[in-house]
């Protein structure tokens, strides 16, 4: 029969909440890739926390890998909770540049070269003295450009993604754009005198070249097969992505620094000149549609999404087009870059605000004060940013992360291991009535539980001493960010020498979390 043991402070109070329950059989799934800074491994012992996984909803390079700036896997902010956005954290690295999130890590141009930063912390986990801007991520590297502008050439780095290790660098003589896109084993760079380059993605060795004989201030975009970009000599190109071959040029009215967006066949940019959007069939450059803005200046990427074009015009409103026929849907003074879109809404970095506008109807949902700011990127529930300085991360609700630490790194038949399970509320809200469900790990029985952390501290369902079976502990009580709630699980080992023991955990709370893939972890250790 299974005990109810409890552990309280006088003051508190109690509440067991049975619809968290739904959780219990979570602790039987693996967990995957270990990003704890603090695992073990030795012959004895090796750990492996949950950790987040290449996903469709990344956001690999400026463009995004659909070339429309916008998320169309992002499901946990939307309409009804962006209003709720709050600092998550905010990493003080300076420069600029629209951040990259793959894997959990944010790659982002800073003052003096690039950075990944823990995408849940803000924590930097390494920078890399060259390159900056806009990255681009594939395969497990990072691509960034570098120039000198005095000397006039460029670099193109590639790095390796977990550690900033340098993989290649190849130097170009020529002042290089800062947002490189990456498609199909190449890498396509745009250059501010009059070129755009394609590099092999795997050496650094340049394929081929073309020269409009203007300035290339547009990004480039690659879709089926076929690079896209502008110049200022008024017009926009298209070609082979693998040979270089020209396919199309369309003359525009001015000069082109928007980065095209691609879309159901459709290729959407701006002239800068001219206040011109556009809209040219992908595969011949015929102009479908044109809208003048009321501004002489349209230097932002559009973004595309559900059959609307959103770019800011050069007279400081933000432009919602019917994307089939130009006509204007809404507008909203806002200024700006280059926007993105995610789950109905559009989100958009003033000179002074990034705002959060309802995607159908233009209507504000949320703003929040900055100095400058770049480009934005959504992800899981999160929007990165970079103004000011610093990079910051906004999010709803409550981003649990959890760990589990063996007290032993040697362990012997008969001795008592503790398992630590700490568990981290990253916020930026409070969570409400955290549940940790986990088990008496085979080849060991229970001896007793502790629980420390938090007002509250909780209560637990536990087989009887010496027994086997199933952990669900409560915290009974809110945990604010940045604080800590630790189950301490102790053990005896029955198990033989040679046996592996495998001890698994996992964490909700009643608060939305946006990240559940910090919330399950798994420990091993082998009894000697």
Same mark, same amino acid.
């Given at each position: 029969?299974?005990?109810?043991?409890?552990?309280?402070?006088?003051?508190?109070?109690?509440?067991?909440?049975?619809?968290?329950?739904?959780?219990?059989?979570?602790?039987?799934?693996?967990?995957?890739?270990?990003?704890?800074?603090?695992?073990?491994?030795?012959?004895?012992?090796?750990?492996?926390?949950?950790?987040?996984?290449?996903?469709?909803?990344?956001?690999?390079?400026?463009?995004?890998?659909?070339?429309?700036?916008?998320?169309?896997?992002?499901?946990?902010?939307?309409?009804?909770?962006?209003?709720?956005?709050?600092?998550?954290?905010?990493?003080?690295?300076?420069?600029?540049?629209?951040?990259?999130?793959?894997?959990?890590?944010?790659?982002?141009?800073?003052?003096?070269?690039?950075?990944?930063?823990?995408?849940?912390?803000?924590?930097?986990?390494?920078?890399?003295?060259?390159?900056?801007?806009?990255?681009?991520?594939?395969?497990?590297?990072?691509?960034?450009?570098?120039?000198?502008?005095?000397?006039?050439?460029?670099?193109?780095?590639?790095?390796?993604?977990?550690?900033?290790?340098?993989?290649?660098?190849?130097?170009?003589?020529?002042?290089?754009?800062?947002?490189?896109?990456?498609?199909?084993?190449?890498?396509?760079?745009?250059?501010?005198?009059?070129?755009?380059?394609?590099?092999?993605?795997?050496?650094?060795?340049?394929?081929?070249?073309?020269?409009?004989?203007?300035?290339?201030?547009?990004?480039?975009?690659?879709?089926?097969?076929?690079?896209?970009?502008?110049?200022?000599?008024?017009?926009?190109?298209?070609?082979?992505?693998?040979? $270089?071959?020209?396919?199309?040029?369309?003359?525009?009215?001015?000069?082109?620094?928007?980065?095209?967006?691609?879309?159901?066949?459709?290729?959407?940019?701006?002239?800068?000149?001219?206040?011109?959007?556009?809209?040219?069939?992908?595969?011949?450059?015929?102009?479908?549609?044109?809208?003048?803005?009321?501004?002489?200046?349209?230097?932002?990427?559009?973004?595309?999404?559900?059959?609307?074009?959103?770019?800011?015009?050069?007279?400081?409103?933000?432009?919602?087009?019917?994307?089939?026929?130009?006509?204007?849907?809404?507008?909203?003074?806002?200024?700006?870059?280059?926007?993105?879109?995610?789950?109905?809404?559009?989100?958009?970095?003033?000179?002074?605000?990034?705002?959060?506008?309802?995607?159908?109807?233009?209507?504000?949902?949320?703003?929040?004060?900055?100095? $400058?700011?770049?480009?934005?990127?959504?992800?899981?529930?999160?929007?990165?940013?970079?103004?000011?300085?610093?990079?910051?991360?906004?999010?709803?609700?409550?981003?649990?992360?959890?760990?589990?630490?063996?007290?032993?790194?040697?362990?012997?038949?008969?001795?008592?291991?503790?398992?630590?399970?700490?568990?981290?509320?990253?916020?930026?809200?409070?969570?409400?009535?955290?549940?940790?469900?986990?088990?008496?790990?085979?080849?060991?029985?229970?001896?007793?539980?502790?629980?420390?952390?938090?007002?509250?501290?909780?209560?637990?369902?536990?087989?009887?001493?010496?027994?086997?079976?199933?952990?669900?502990?409560?915290?009974?009580?809110?945990?604010?960010?940045?604080?800590?709630?630790?189950?301490?699980?102790?053990?005896?080992?029955?198990?033989?020498?040679?046996?592996?023991?495998?001890?698994?955990?996992?964490?909700?709370?009643?608060?939305?979390?946006?990240?559940?893939?910090?919330?399950?972890?798994?420990?091993?250790?082998?009894?000697?």
């Amino acid at each position: 029969m299974k005990s109810l043991i409890t552990y309280k402070k006088q003051t508190a109070s109690f509440k067991i909440v049975g619809s968290m329950l739904t959780i219990a059989l979570l602790w039987l799934m693996p967990a995957v890739a270990n990003t704890s800074q603090d695992a073990q491994t030795s012959n004895n012992v090796s750990t492996a926390s949950a950790a987040p996984s290449a996903s469709l909803a990344d956001w690999t390079q400026f463009l995004r890998d659909n070339m429309q700036r916008w998320n169309p896997y992002e499901t946990v902010l939307g309409v009804g909770n962006v209003g709720k956005l709050q600092v998550k954290w905010k990493s003080p690295i300076g420069g600029g540049g629209s951040p990259a999130v793959v894997n959990g890590v944010v790659y982002i141009g800073g003052g003096g070269g690039l950075y990944a930063l823990n995408a849940s912390t803000g924590v930097k986990l390494w920078s890399f003295p060259g390159g900056g801007g806009s990255p681009a991520v594939a395969n497990g590297v990072v691509y960034i450009a570098s120039s000198d502008y005095t000397h006039g050439v460029g670099t193109v780095y590639a790095l390796n993604a977990n550690t900033g290790a340098k993989l290649w660098s190849d130097v170009i003589g020529d002042v290089l754009l800062d947002s490189p896109a990456v498609a199909n084993g190449m890498v396509y760079i745009s250059s501010r005198s009059n070129g755009i380059y394609a590099l092999n993605a795997s050496t650094g060795a340049t394929l081929w070249s073309y020269f409009t004989g203007g300035i290339i201030a547009s990004p480039p975009a690659v879709a089926n097969g076929v690079v896209y970009f502008g110049d200022d000599i008024d017009a926009v190109y298209a070609l082979n992505a693998s040979t $270089g071959a020209l396919l199309w040029r369309y003359q525009t009215e001015g000069e082109v620094h928007s980065g095209p967006a691609v879309a159901n066949g459709v290729v959407y940019i701006g002239d800068f000149n001219g206040g011109t959007v556009y809209a040219l069939n992908a595969s011949t450059g015929a102009k479908l549609w044109s809208y003048k803005t009321g501004g002489f200046l349209v230097d932002s990427s559009p973004a595309v999404a559900n059959g609307v074009v959103y770019i800011t015009g050069g007279d400081g409103n933000l432009y919602a087009l019917n994307a089939s026929t130009g006509a204007k849907l809404w507008s909203y003074a806002t200024g700006g870059r280059s926007p993105a879109v995610a789950n109905g809404v559009v989100y958009i970095a003033s000179g002074a605000n990034v705002y959060a506008l309802n995607a159908s109807t233009g209507a504000k949902l949320w703003s929040y004060a900055t100095v $400058g700011g770049s480009h934005t990127t959504i992800v899981n529930g999160v929007v990165y940013i970079q103004a000011g300085g610093n990079v910051y991360a906004f999010s709803v609700g409550a981003d649990l992360f959890l760990r589990i630490r063996p007290t032993l790194t040697t362990v012997h038949q008969g001795d008592l291991l503790t398992f630590a399970f700490p568990v981290w509320n990253l916020g930026p809200t409070n969570a409400d009535f955290e549940v940790l469900n986990t088990q008496v790990p085979a080849g060991t029985v229970i001896e007793y539980i502790r629980i420390s952390g938090t007002p509250g501290l909780g209560t637990c369902m536990q087989p009887p001493y010496h027994g086997t079976g199933q952990i669900v502990c409560h915290e009974n009580s809110s945990m604010a960010p940045n604080t800590t709630w630790t189950v301490r699980v102790t053990v005896k080992v029955t198990a033989p020498p040679g046996t592996v023991i495998a001890e698994n955990a996992a964490t909700m709370a009643d608060t939305l979390d946006p990240n559940l893939a910090n919330n399950m972890a798994t420990v091993r250790v082998k009894v000697q």
